[in-house]
């Protein structure tokens, strides 16, 4: 009924032809961003087909590198590589830029997954691969589909919307084994609480979803954590011994 008078009032003021070309033209605009959605995500699979063995970082794309959270992500960064993970960002500065400087210092692959922003940052400074994305959603089924687990930095809205998916994607099975690591206690710590007393306490969390997550302030300790979930996702990694 709602459409009919809709219809109706656009005849009455453009007529029926214009009114049809409108919808026609909406249909083709339709098909048009489709495309571009395909051929975005198309563009991520092919930079990171092979990458097997990554983690996704994220947080704040303001910290200077003067911060502790910016040195924290750098030395995260570099023990990933260590231990033969590609770090994934979203290629911007602040923390992002971190993680992917302390990948390259120690030899590692560094991806930056941008964002096109009215207020363009351009990517960091230290990337191997990079791509830049229109959609949200492509670039955030990136993070997903190559990482085996997510770190998480002190950030803001961006951060919280990435963390806050990862976790809805573990709790409701989406993605399974998959660790979910805060990093900065001092930040995370007051989020934490406030989600055990107010959505847990009312029921809205199962007491165990808490659980999902682990907060760290130890470099060396998230990059064991990591190692840990990609076995466990993965099987053992052979070991290089003598015999
Ligand atoms: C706002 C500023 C730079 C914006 N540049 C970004 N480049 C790439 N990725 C970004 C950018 N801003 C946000 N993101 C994504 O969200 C997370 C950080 O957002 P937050 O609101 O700063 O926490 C990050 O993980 C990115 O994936 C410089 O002032």
Redesign the pocket.
Do not use: K, N, W, Y
């Given at each position: 009924m709602g459409d009919r008078r809709t219809e109706d009032t656009a005849r009455e003021h453009h007529g029926p032809d214009e009114e049809l070309l409108r919808v026609i033209a909406d249909a083709a605009a339709d098909v048009a961003r489709v495309e571009r959605m395909r051929i975005e995500i198309e563009e991520g699979f092919d930079l990171l087909r092979g990458t097997e063995k990554a983690v996704s970082?994220?947080?704040?794309?303001?910290?200077r590198p003067d911060q502790p959270h910016y040195r924290l992500a750098r030395s995260i960064g570099s023990g990933l590589a260590d231990a033969g993970f590609t770090v994934i960002?979203?290629?911007?500065?602040?923390?992002?830029e971190a993680a992917n400087r302390g990948a390259v210092e120690a030899g590692g692959t560094s991806v930056?997954?941008?964002?096109e922003?009215a207020?363009?940052?351009g990517?960091n400074a230290y990337l191997d691969l990079a791509l830049d994305f229109r959609y949200f959603f492509a670039?955030k089924l990136m993070?997903v589909r190559y990482a085996s687990a997510f770190i998480?930095l002190?950030?803001?809205?961006?951060?919280?919307?990435?963390l806050f998916e990862a976790l809805t994607l573990v709790q409701t099975g989406k993605i399974h084994d998959f660790p979910v690591i805060l990093a900065g206690s001092d930040y995370w710590g007051g989020l934490i609480a406030w989600l055990r007393e107010r959505p847990a306490a009312s029921g809205y969390l199962a007491p165990d979803d808490l659980d999902l997550v682990t907060v760290s302030d130890d470099a060396d300790e998230i990059v064991r954590l990591v190692q840990a979930g990609w076995e466990r996702q993965h099987g053992p990694e052979p070991t290089h011994g003598t015999v």
């Open positions: 970082l994220f947080g704040s794309a303001r910290a960002t979203g290629g911007g500065p602040g923390v992002m930056g997954l941008g964002i922003l207020h363009e940052q990517l670039r993070f998480v002190p950030g803001g809205f961006g951060t919280l919307d990435e």
